[in-house]
Nanobody, 119 residues
């Protein structure tokens, strides 16, 4: 069993910064992609940023230039540095990890951490 635990959410004023962290633990095998998604009330879950095991990154257009994703493969952690936060960034942020074992891809999710940006 694999657990993803997020930390670092909170309340911040517009223009401020937060850093989210996610640590994977348990029966960890080959982690390919790690990423952060977010879900605001009444909206669909959306990808914020993803990072491959080799370090390739992709971002939602709405966060490009403001958010930076990074990971430590040895520690099985992924971080999201969020700068110049806007009220529209308010959402529950969820950590995601894709792991492959014997040709099967397993998709794991954290429980989420709330990010609230006040105007």
């Amino acid at each position: 069993q694999v657990q993803l635990v997020e930390s670092g959410g909170g309340l911040v004023q517009a223009g401020g910064s937060l850093r989210l962290s996610c640590a994977a633990s348990g029966s960890i095998f080959s982690i390919s992609t790690m990423g952060w998604y977010r879900q605001a009330p009444g909206k669909q879950r959306e990808l914020v940023a993803g990072i491959s095991s080799g370090g390739s990154t992709n971002y939602a257009d709405s966060v490009k230039g403001r958010f930076t994703i990074s990971r430590d493969n040895a520690k099985n952690t992924v971080n999201l540095q969020m700068n110049n936060l806007k009220p529209e960034d308010t959402a529950v942020y969820l950590c995601n990890a894709l792991m492959t074992k014997w040709g099967t891809v397993y998709n794991y999710w954290g429980q989420g951490t709330q990010v609230t940006v006040s105007s």
